[in-house]
């Protein structure tokens, strides 16, 4: 202790005390910092599998090293967040040259997936996968997720997620078959039109909110048939279908047999 | 004229007797009864077109006043219980308008089916009135003397309407917002006026804390009053004309075919009124309707993908769809053409129409007779044809007003159907009025042709000479009448420019200009068969007729039958 307090006047302790602070200040950082939790650290192996199934189904619009080309954006840096929400959904590989791709049976298994984001996100840091906790709608908050939803994503997917149109043949996809996982991807790499919702906008707390709200939408109407829950021109249709169709059938059998 | 039932007289209940006289006695009530238990209604279904929209009012009445027991209309600031369902709902603030609906819905026992059963029934009162009109326009059942009961239906339209759009406001959901944000647009659109209109409707600057109070009682008092009246005046004129009738055999200008009130209607209407309140009821149980906890508390912020109005309101929002972002600042005030012709005035260019169409119709023809005989529509080929260009215009602007929905179900480009229905507005009425006006003279001439020759009967008959031909079954008289019947006026007729001595005539060029019209409604006609037309057709025709004369020997059809197959072969 006494040499300690003998060298607090040495002139190279400002420096020492600096370099401790720092390291103190990149610990405390790192280990609180909101980071894009990776579920597992990949393997090379995973890597390297991932690379084989890039060059081969990827690479025509990418590139060889995933830099981009005329047909096809960078992917590096993307993360694998981006990866896998674009690959699990079917989006990638693209059917065709589309105002946006369309979201169709996967052409990959998980496994293959997860090779595919780990060899995107070994090329530069990108968001990663959320983890399971990150996305689970129990421990979300669904009516602050319907206040956030409504205020930043409604206008273009609807009320409860119906999905709505945009421009030029684009179009915001119905959510009621996203897993909680995609959904989070998406708000945080922002496919296609879609914005980013990155954490300084959108917390994680308020992304998992978000996915809670749209996972109750799925509970049963209480109304009875939601009807596609598109609003009133779906019930005006329905109006005119069932009721005015019916009351008319009524009205020919009650006007029939006379005259 | 009427149908008499003269049933054998029964002992009376001396107990029914004595109220009968009681009441008779004190409030004349047999003079009542033998008026209008005895009253003739003609019977075709598409009179009971009202009737759905008078039982749809009713159940609005019912309902509603059920809603008014739970419902807070009160834009007062609250936040929804926490240990109240829906789960997105719970802590969130808003006003108690929305709070007493959610609640309503999700803690009131039957009250969202109360709410499904209002709402429902507001769609089809809407859509009942405008089937109902239909009819109405394309028989030419508004023509003298009932002018003015159109125009009592059509206020009831009107009174319809805003009842739906106030109804659908109070809520206070998003999408209820939205459409008040909307009127409060249209408002501040129109010149001068504008902003202190929207001042007045709103109490100050939107949305203010006044509207759903406000809109309450237009809601539940005044525009269902005025309903009610004016139901009472359209019901009344329609015994004081009495009812219109399809023409057929034995229908004249001056009697009514049909059935009495009692017991033949009030049976079937009162039966009717089951019917319609059923069906309502199934449709509130089990279809979903405005589930305003989807939406969310109002917030001036937010708007939602595929808000829209009601479907009555859907012609508006697509009108406003369609139109181009115009403006014009004139002296430094900014004129809106953008709101101001979508929502002002073709609006109220196609609702005048709407409404005066009876007084048009009667000035450009000069038709001052009066009709109790409902005309078909084919034989009426411009009303009829003016009556299509007139949906299809109204169909152009629901469709722009759905825009956003076909653009992702039919997965075509937004801006695409946008600009495809800015042309399809201009050019489909003017297809659809010609294309209708060409497929009402080719079933007037399918009329003619049938009362002239007859039904085909698809008996080939070949006769000793060579010839063949196919038998005719001539109309017995009853299907001729309807065939036969109308009228089918000519184009006014003027005199000419100049006098005997070469002189021009005063009020030539007006009369030259109601001519025009008259030509408009009347110039491309087809005459019905005169009864001289059809003695010519038959004598020209007897060779038709069986038992062939000496001349033409019969051979049997089965003969002739193989004959032709045995030439085709």
């Not at chain 1, 189904?57 to 047909?71: F, I, K, L, P, V």
């Not at chain 2, 181009?324 to 953008?338: R, W």
């Not at chain 2, 491309?524 to 069986?546: C, F, K, N, W, Y």
Request: net charge negative; aromatic share 10%; hydrophobic share 45%.
């Amino acid at each position: 202790m006494k040499a300690l307090a003998a060298g607090r006047r040495h002139r190279l302790a400002p420096v020492v005390l600096m370099t401790l602070a720092l390291l103190f200040t990149g610990v405390v950082y790192a280990a609180l910092a909101p980071s894009p939790a990776q579920a597992e650290t990949p393997s090379a192996g995973e890597v390297e599998a991932g690379e084989k199934l890039f060059i081969a189904n990827c690479s025509t619009c990418h590139g060889m090293n995933a830099q981009g080309t005329d047909h096809g954006p960078s992917l590096i840096g993307v993360g694998a967040a981006s990866v896998h929400f674009q690959v699990a959904t079917g989006r990638m590989p693209m059917d065709a040259n589309q105002p946006q791709a369309e979201a169709k049976p996967p052409q990959f298994d998980e496994a293959e997936t997860q090779q595919l984001a780990a060899y995107v996100a070994s090329l530069g840091a990108g968001p990663g996968i959320p983890s399971e906790e990150q996305v689970d709608p129990a421990l979300g908050d669904a009516a602050n997720g319907g206040l956030i939803f409504r205020t930043n994503c409604a206008m273009c997917h609807n009320a409860v997620g119906a999905g709505g149109a945009l421009t030029n043949g684009k179009h915001a996809p119905p959510l009621y078959d996203s897993t909680p996982t995609e959904l989070y991807e998406a708000m945080l790499t922002g496919p296609q039109s879609m914005p980013v919702f990155n954490d300084a906008t959108l917390t994680p707390d308020d992304k998992r909110d978000i996915i809670a709200y749209l996972m109750e939408q799925r509970e049963p109407s209480p109304g009875g048939f939601s009807l596609g829950a598109l609003g009133p021109v779906s019930e005006g249709l329905w109006a005119f279908a069932i009721g005015m169709s019916v009351l008319i059938g009524f009205a020919v059998w009650i006007g029939a047999r006379s005259s | 004229m009427t149908a008499a039932t003269n049933a054998p007289a029964e002992k009376a209940d001396p107990r029914l007797a004595a109220a009968a006289d009681f009441l008779d006695t004190r409030v004349g009530i047999s003079k009542i009864v033998k008026e209008f238990a005895r009253k003739i209604f003609p019977d075709h279904w598409s009179f009971l077109l009202g009737e759905i929209a008078l039982y749809s009012f009713i159940v609005l009445l019912i309902s509603g006043t059920f809603l008014t027991m739970f419902f807070v209309p009160s834009m007062a600031e609250t936040h929804y219980p926490t240990d109240a369902l829906p789960v997105t709902m719970q802590g969130v603030q808003m006003s108690e308008a929305y709070a007493s609906t959610i609640h309503m819905s999700f803690h009131v026992r039957g009250g969202l089916l109360m709410r499904q059963i209002h709402h429902w029934a507001a769609l089809l009162f809407v859509g009942a009135m405008v089937v109902h009109m239909l009819r109405i326009f394309f028989t030419g059942a508004f023509r003298r003397p009932r002018e003015l009961n159109w125009l009592v239906g059509f206020t009831l339209l009107i009174m319809g309407l805003l009842a739906g759009f106030s109804g659908y406001s109070l809520p206070d959901d998003v999408l209820s917002g939205n459409g008040l944000r909307i009127a409060d647009g249209v408002a501040l659109a129109i010149p001068i006026i504008g902003s202190y209109v929207s001042f007045a409707l709103f109490g100050g600057e939107f949305p203010g804390d006044d509207i759903i109070p406000r809109l309450f009682t237009v809601h539940i008092l005044l525009v269902p009053g005025l309903i009610l009246a004016l139901i009472a005046v359209h019901l009344f004129l329609i015994v004081w004309h009495k009812h219109t009738q399809y023409p057929g055999p034995g229908r004249t200008q001056k009697n009514v075919v049909g059935f009495p009130l009692f017991p033949i209607y009030t049976a079937k209407a009162g039966g009717f009124f089951f019917i319609v309140f059923g069906v309502i009821a199934l449709m509130g149980a089990t279809m979903s309707i405005n589930s305003v906890w989807n939406y969310g508390p109002y917030d001036p912020s937010v708007v939602s993908a595929g808000a829209q109005p009601d479907w009555y309101m859907l012609f508006l929002e697509g009108s406003l769809r369609l139109m181009p972002g115009l403006e014009v600042v004139i002296g430094g005030f900014t004129l809106s053409l953008a709101i101001l012709i979508p929502g002002v005035i073709l609006p109220g260019l196609l609702f005048t129409f709407l409404g005066l169409y009876p007084f048009i119709e009667r000035a450009v023809t000069k038709d001052t007779g009066e009709h109790h005989l409902l005309d078909r529509p084919r034989n009426a080929a411009t009303r009829t044809a003016l009556g299509a260009g007139f949906l299809a215009v109204w169909f152009v602007l629901i469709g722009a007003g759905a825009n956003d929905l076909i653009a992702t179900h039919f997965n075509v480009s937004l801006n695409l159907i946008t600009w495809i229905f800015r042309i399809l507005f201009f050019v489909l009425p003017v297809v659809t009025f010609l294309v209708t006006k060409r497929i009402c003279f080719g079933l007037q001439r399918k009329d003619r042709e049938l009362a002239l020759h007859g039904h085909e009967t698809g008996r080939i008959v070949r006769f000793a000479s060579g010839e063949f031909i196919e038998v005719h079954q001539p109309l017995d008289e009853y299907e001729r009448w309807l065939l036969v019947s109308h009228d089918s006026p000519a184009p006014l007729q003027i005199d000419p420019p100049e006098d005997a001595n070469g002189v021009a005539r005063p009020g030539y060029k007006k009369e030259r200009r109601w001519q025009k019209l008259s030509q408009f409604f009347y110039e491309d006609r087809i005459e019905p068969v005169t009864p001289a037309e059809l003695a010519a057709a038959q004598s020209h025709g007897e060779h038709d007729e069986l038992p062939a004369t000496e001349a033409h020997e019969e051979i049997t059809s089965e003969d002739s039958a193989g004959q032709i197959e045995a030439r085709t072969h």
